[in-house]
């Protein structure tokens, strides 16, 4: 059954998520947004990204961009969240950066992927569904040991207070954390540390 266009459902369904969403992807390509009221009502919102300009390049110039572009290679990352809108917006980011994606909602999830797959990165939500990130991680080093298996790093993905997550960060064996919302360059820096070995 729909909502009748005069419910409190209706009116209140999905408001302010498409401000969370811009705030997102512009946080992540390194601007922000911005709100004020309006005189009479309404707002106005003001979007700001940090992009380059892009001008006609020679067929040199360009040859050059796409050695300098080779440097990084393309990995391959499991991804753990379970909020599907951040799942849209972080596959949209890692795969800006040229990297391909699996993404799975929880920990138990992760686990199994992470078995049947071979992987250069794990990025992992911290409070999921049936096992967080943790405990999941834990059980990939456990595995890794048991397994005699070379060390995949895993990066945790948080938007708690960073002092409280990097407390259990190096016990249970996460490589680094990245909060949310997710910094673009952060994260290209992230993965190209992480993953400069494999």
């Known amino acids: 059954a729909g909502f009748s266009d005069d ?3 209706r009116r209140q369904a999905g408001a302010g998520l498409g401000l969370v969403i811009t705030r997102y992807i512009a946080e992540g390509l390194g ?4 709100g004020r009221a309006r005189a009479g009502g309404g707002a106005e919102f003001v979007l700001t990204v940090h992009a380059p300009l892009q001008r006609a ?8 961009d796409a050695a300098a572009s080779g440097k990084r290679t393309a990995r391959r990352i499991l991804i753990a969240e379970d909020n599907k809108t951040n799942q849209r917006l972080i596959r949209i980011l890692v795969e800006r950066l040229g990297h391909e994606v699996v993404i ?3 920990g138990q999830q992760a686990l199994d992927a992470f078995a049947s797959g071979e992987f250069d990165i794990v990025l992992m939500d911290i409070h999921m569904p049936v096992l967080d990130g943790f405990s999941a991680t ?7 040991r048991e ?3 070379r060390r995949t790093p895993v990066v945790a993905l948080t938007a708690d207070a960073r002092d409280l997550i990097d407390a259990r960060a190096e016990a249970v064996g996460l490589d680094a954390v990245l909060e949310k919302p997710i910094d673009i360059a952060k994260l290209d820096e992230t993965i190209a540390r992480l993953t400069q070995e494999r």
């Open 104 to 106: 799975v909602g929880n």
């Open 7 to 9: 419910s409190a459902a």
């Open 31 to 34: 601007g922000g947004v911005e």
């Open 57 to 64: 390049k020679d067929a040199d110039a360009q040859a050059s």
């Open 147 to 149: 397994g005699d298996a």
């Open 138 to 144: 834990e059980t990939i080093r456990a595995r890794e």
